[in-house]
């Protein structure tokens, strides 16, 4: 009865995709005819390419695989050269079915933009597009076709090193950088050989990792899933994204890889994705110490039925699949089903028709890293940045200032271009001392401490011990005491943030500490120019350094990015989108949290709160300050009450009150007061990104439809409850205006 009801099933999507486009589906399901089970198999097996000094190389047994039609796409391959010789093997093939090359190509390729967790802070959609489409260009001509991108993990908790990877911990946000970035890697058709197959990940859930440790556990009520951590993959999938990886971790108590509710009746039945889902680095393998399964052939079975179709780099699939469909185990329709998509992709990239698709040594040249797209990295850069405080207005720095800088990351060429870098080669990347002596000449430099003096820690990431800290830090107080201001480079160095990087104390390293505040206590001015992966716990940082500007790690152009920020030449506007904790033991914090039946009362010990914290996090989610000063006044809603056709119309004043010319991310936030089930205190909904000379003044209008209020009800339907309403709009999530209306039945 199974076995019908999956037949009829597979007939069906068959039947749908002949409907879409007749001459696509008897291509692939001729083709399929004429493969032999091994062929087959092959296609479904994804291996890497290795790497050393001199680049990508294949393994010998791995180019037997791709001789023996055994392997139907490689990762970690780039260059015109290398992937042409990868393909002229497949070519020689009996059926010539083209191999599909894969990478990770995070936050672009060899133009390396921010990472992604300080793109997102530039609330600018079409950079955040633009970025992606230059990754593509770029990446495509290098011979790729498919990238591991997006990543778009919701998380709250900074200790997990992949915050660096993603959005930050907003859904709403979540979901439009999702769209806009498939956008971006795939624009409108993947034919076009300067396109990439994106990869939406890691799903699900990753981002919910027990105690920010990764690779942990996850455990989450399905209204938690679908309300604030499933909307970003979905959204991609509504954008047409072509493939899906699974996350390592597991989905109520099954291993992702594993997970038929997740990967079929979900992914594919509720929300309709038509692509293939490859796994994560070895994750059918991994279903074994999850406890799951007992050895590589229950792995094999179970990740295929549950609707994995390619097996990353475990091999699983290629060496258990046959054993189980000759003992029964599978059926030949759910090899045929998973092979069919894996090809479907090929065929809507144009690799049937030229296999070499986009590889072109001369294109190549032309575009990587070419004076637009370099000049892009440095715009994304400088409006990733986040003024943090600015006391007196230390920034901008007055001409004619005499500098110091200071600091392990003053000149720490590889750091520039953070981790998942992909091909960014660091040797072309800006370093802030290298931005700062173009502009003034030689100035005064000491690097002044051990990025960390835990040795083991050093060794760990492959840090080279630059000397003792102790006689560094007197050299970098010498080199202070000269100075009008100085510029501190501090904060962590690529490796501490990534992946297999969480950290239980997200502080500065000690040593850096330790040189912080010994050139605070020369008396000089401090400006912290802050270079990491995630938020940082800075209650000590924000206490006594008058200026801290966040510039995460800022890719190919970031040194050349900071020094504009810092001489005023562009006026920071980014805005952070992860609440940064004033401690670890605050974490998990996020600005969406719900209220308790005890919602925090200073003068009433038994409500919701710390003994020996606040509730606040340092720096709230959505902030970040500007060279000049914004006002909101006159919040205005044009009706008290609206049915559920209709629009309310939210106004407000934004006005700049300050010395410079800036631009201002004005942000529109709801609560719904009483509802079936909580909600949280606060919600984004919509912003704008403005830009008003000084003295400029502007009426800001947002439209809030009745979609704007919807939530998972008491029967996790997705409605909107009559009611009332709160609307909040501000220049962060926490210093809001406020006002109230109600939605009519
Ligand atoms: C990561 C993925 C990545 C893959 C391939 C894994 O370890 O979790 O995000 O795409 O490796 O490099």
Same mark, same amino acid.
């Given at each position: @009865?199974?076995l019908?009801?999956q037949?009829?099933?597979?007939?069906?999507?068959?039947?749908?995709?002949?409907?879409?486009?007749p001459?696509?589906?008897?291509?692939?399901?001729?083709?399929? $005819?004429?493969?032999t089970?091994g062929?087959?198999i092959?296609?479904?097996?994804?291996?890497?390419?290795?790497?050393?000094?001199?680049?990508?190389?294949?393994?010998?047994?791995?180019?037997?695989d791709?001789? =023996?039609?055994?392997c139907?796409?490689i990762?970690?391959?780039?260059?015109?050269?290398?992937?042409?010789?990868l393909q002229d093997?497949?070519?020689?093939?009996?059926?010539?079915?083209?191999l599909?090359?894969?990478?990770?190509v995070?936050h672009g390729?060899?133009?390396i933009?921010?990472?992604?967790?300080g793109e997102?802070?530039?609330?600018?959609?079409?950079?955040?597009?633009?970025?992606?489409r230059i990754a593509a260009?770029?990446?495509?001509?290098?011979?790729?076709?498919?990238?591991?991108?997006?990543?778009?993990?919701?998380? #709250?908790?900074?200790?997990?090193?992949?915050?660096a990877?993603?959005?930050?911990?907003d859904?709403?946000?979540?979901?439009?950088?999702?769209?806009a970035?498939?956008?971006?890697y795939?624009?409108?058709d993947?034919?076009?050989? *300067?396109t990439?197959?994106a990869?939406?990940?890691?799903?699900?859930?990753?981002g919910a990792?027990?105690?920010?440790?990764?690779?942990?556990?996850?455990?989450?009520?399905?209204?938690?899933?679908y309300q604030f951590?499933l909307?970003p993959?979905?959204?991609?999938v509504e954008?047409?994204?072509?493939?899906?990886?699974?996350?390592?971790?597991?989905?109520?108590?099954?291993?992702?890889?594993?997970?038929?509710?997740?990967?079929?009746e979900l992914?594919?039945?509720?929300?309709g994705?038509?692509?293939?889902?490859?796994?994560?680095y070895?994750?059918?393998?991994? @279903?074994?110490?999850?406890?799951?399964v007992?050895?590589?052939?229950?792995?094999?079975?179970?990740?295929l039925?549950?609707?994995v179709d390619?097996?990353?780099?475990?091999s699983?699939?290629?060496t258990?699949?046959?054993?189980l469909?000759?003992?029964?185990?599978i059926?030949? $329709? +759910?090899?045929?089903q998973a092979?069919?998509?894996v090809?479907?992709?090929?065929?809507?990239?144009?690799?049937f028709?030229?296999?070499?698709?986009?590889?072109?040594s001369?294109?190549?040249?032309?575009?990587? @890293?070419?004076?637009?797209?370099?000049?892009?990295?440095?715009?994304?850069a400088q409006?990733?940045?986040?003024?943090?405080?600015?006391e $007196?207005?230390?920034?901008?720095l #007055?001409k004619?200032?005499?500098?110091?800088?200071?600091? &392990?990351?003053?000149?720490?060429q590889?750091?520039?271009?953070g =981790?998942?870098?992909?091909?960014?080669?660091?040797?072309?990347?800006?370093?802030?001392?290298?931005a700062?002596k173009s502009?003034?000449? +030689?100035?005064?430099?000491?690097?002044?401490?051990?990025?960390?003096?835990?040795?083991?820690l050093l060794?760990?990431?492959?840090?080279?011990?630059?000397?003792?800290s102790?006689? @560094?830090r007197?050299?970098?107080?010498?080199t202070?005491?000269?100075?009008?201001?100085?510029?501190?480079?501090?904060?962590?160095s690529q490796?501490?943030?990534g992946?297999?990087?969480?950290r239980?104390?997200?502080?500065?390293?000690a040593s850096?500490r330790?040189l912080?505040?010994?050139v605070?206590?020369?008396?000089?001015?401090?400006?912290?120019v802050?270079?990491?992966?995630? &938020?940082?716990?800075?209650e000590?940082?924000d206490?006594?350094?008058?200026?801290?500007?966040e510039?995460?790690?800022?890719g190919t152009?970031g040194?050349?990015?900071?020094?504009?920020?810092l001489?005023? +030449?562009?006026? &920071?506007?980014?805005?952070?989108?992860?609440s940064?904790?004033r401690?670890?033991?605050?974490?998990?914090?996020y600005y969406?949290?719900k209220?308790?039946?005890?919602p925090l009362d &200073?003068?009433?010990?038994?409500?919701?709160?710390?003994l020996?914290?606040? =509730?606040?996090p340092?720096?709230?989610f959505?902030?970040?300050?500007?060279?000049t000063?914004?006002?909101? *006044?006159?919040?205005?809603?044009?009706?008290?009450?609206?049915r559920?056709?209709?629009?309310?119309?939210?106004?407000?004043t934004?006005?700049?009150a300050?010395?410079?010319?800036?631009e201002?991310?004005v942000?529109?936030?709801i609560?719904?007061?009483?509802a079936?089930?909580?909600?949280?205190v606060?919600e984004?909904? *919509?912003? #704008?990104?403005i830009?008003?000379?000084?003295?400029?003044?502007?009426e800001v209008?947002?439209d809030?439809s009745?979609?704007d209020?919807?939530?998972?009800?008491?029967?996790?339907?997705?409605?909107?409850?009559?009611?009332?309403?709160?609307?909040?709009?501000?220049? =962060?999530?926490?210093d809001v205006?406020?006002?109230e209306?109600?939605?009519?039945?």
């Amino acid at each position: @009865m199974k076995l019908l009801a999956q037949c009829a099933l597979l007939f069906l999507s068959l039947q749908l995709h002949a409907q879409q486009d007749p001459q696509r589906h008897r291509f692939i399901t001729t083709l399929m $005819q004429r493969m032999t089970i091994g062929e087959k198999i092959g296609q479904l097996n994804l291996l890497t390419s290795d790497m050393d000094v001199t680049g990508p190389f294949m393994k010998e047994n791995y180019k037997q695989d791709i001789l =023996n039609g055994a392997c139907g796409a490689i990762f970690n391959a780039y260059t015109p050269q290398y992937t042409r010789k990868l393909q002229d093997m497949a070519m020689q093939t009996r059926l010539k079915i083209p191999l599909l090359f894969g990478y990770d190509v995070i936050h672009g390729h060899k133009t390396i933009f921010p990472i992604p967790l300080g793109e997102a802070c530039t609330w600018d959609l079409a950079l955040l597009e633009k970025s992606a489409r230059i990754a593509a260009e770029e990446a495509s001509a290098d011979g790729l076709h498919w990238t591991f991108s997006p990543m778009v993990d919701i998380a #709250r908790d900074p200790r997990w090193g992949r915050v660096a990877e993603g959005v930050g911990e907003d859904t709403w946000y979540g979901v439009q950088v999702a769209k806009a970035k498939v956008r971006g890697y795939q624009g409108t058709d993947l034919s076009t050989p *300067n396109t990439l197959l994106a990869c939406v990940k890691h799903f699900a859930l990753y981002g919910a990792i027990e105690a920010g440790r990764d690779y942990n556990t996850v455990d989450m009520s399905r209204r938690q899933m679908y309300q604030f951590y499933l909307p970003p993959y979905k959204a991609a999938v509504e954008a047409g994204v072509g493939t899906v990886m699974t996350s390592f971790n597991e989905v109520d108590g099954i291993p992702a890889t594993g997970n038929h509710w997740l990967m079929t009746e979900l992914l594919r039945e509720e929300w309709g994705f038509k692509g293939f889902v490859v796994t994560d680095y070895t994750a059918i393998n991994e @279903m074994i110490p999850h406890g799951i399964v007992k050895n590589e052939y229950e792995a094999g079975a179970l990740a295929l039925k549950a609707g994995v179709d390619m097996d990353m780099q475990g091999s699983v699939y290629a060496t258990q699949l046959k054993k189980l469909l000759d003992d029964k185990k599978i059926t030949l $329709q +759910d090899i045929d089903q998973a092979v069919y998509r894996v090809l479907e992709a090929k065929y809507k990239l144009g690799l049937f028709k030229d296999p070499y698709r986009g590889a072109d040594s001369a294109r190549a040249k032309k575009v990587i @890293m070419s004076t637009t797209n370099l000049q892009a990295a440095r715009e994304i850069a400088q409006r990733s940045f986040v003024l943090l405080k600015n006391e $007196q207005q230390l920034l901008p720095l #007055r001409k004619g200032t005499k500098i110091a800088l200071i600091g &392990p990351l003053a000149n720490a060429q590889r750091d520039m271009i953070g =981790n998942w870098s992909a091909a960014g080669d660091y040797k072309q990347a800006s370093t802030l001392l290298e931005a700062l002596k173009s502009r003034l000449g +030689d100035i005064d430099y000491a690097p002044g401490a051990n990025l960390s003096d835990d040795r083991g820690l050093l060794k760990k990431l492959n840090i080279t011990d630059t000397g003792r800290s102790e006689d @560094m830090r007197k050299e970098a107080v010498e080199t202070a005491r000269k100075a009008d201001v100085v510029i501190l480079a501090l904060g962590e160095s690529q490796g501490m943030s990534g992946e297999a990087a969480s950290r239980s104390d997200i502080g500065l390293p000690a040593s850096q500490r330790a040189l912080l505040e010994a050139v605070y206590n020369t008396g000089k001015p401090v400006v912290l120019v802050l270079m990491n992966g995630r &938020p940082l716990t800075l209650e000590w940082e924000d206490a006594h350094i008058p200026a801290i500007l966040e510039t995460w790690f800022p890719g190919t152009q970031g040194g050349y990015a900071i020094a504009d920020v810092l001489f005023g +030449d562009y006026n &920071p506007a980014g805005k952070i989108t992860m609440s940064f904790p004033r401690n670890t033991g605050q974490i998990p914090i996020y600005y969406n949290h719900k209220n308790t039946g005890r919602p925090l009362d &200073p003068n009433n010990k038994y409500t919701s709160k710390y003994l020996d914290v606040s =509730n606040e996090p340092l720096y709230p989610f959505g902030y970040g300050l500007s060279y000049t000063k914004f006002t909101y *006044n006159n919040l205005q809603l044009d009706k008290k009450n609206i049915r559920p056709q209709e629009k309310l119309r939210v106004s407000v004043t934004v006005e700049n009150a300050g010395d410079y010319d800036g631009e201002e991310v004005v942000q529109l936030y709801i609560q719904d007061v009483t509802a079936s089930v909580n909600r949280p205190v606060k919600e984004l909904r *919509n912003f #704008r990104k403005i830009m008003l000379k000084k003295g400029e003044r502007r009426e800001v209008t947002f439209d809030i439809s009745v979609n704007d209020l919807k939530f998972y009800d008491k029967n996790m339907k997705y409605v909107a409850e009559p009611g009332a309403f709160k609307v909040f709009v501000g220049t =962060n999530s926490r210093d809001v205006l406020e006002g109230e209306f109600s939605l009519l039945p």
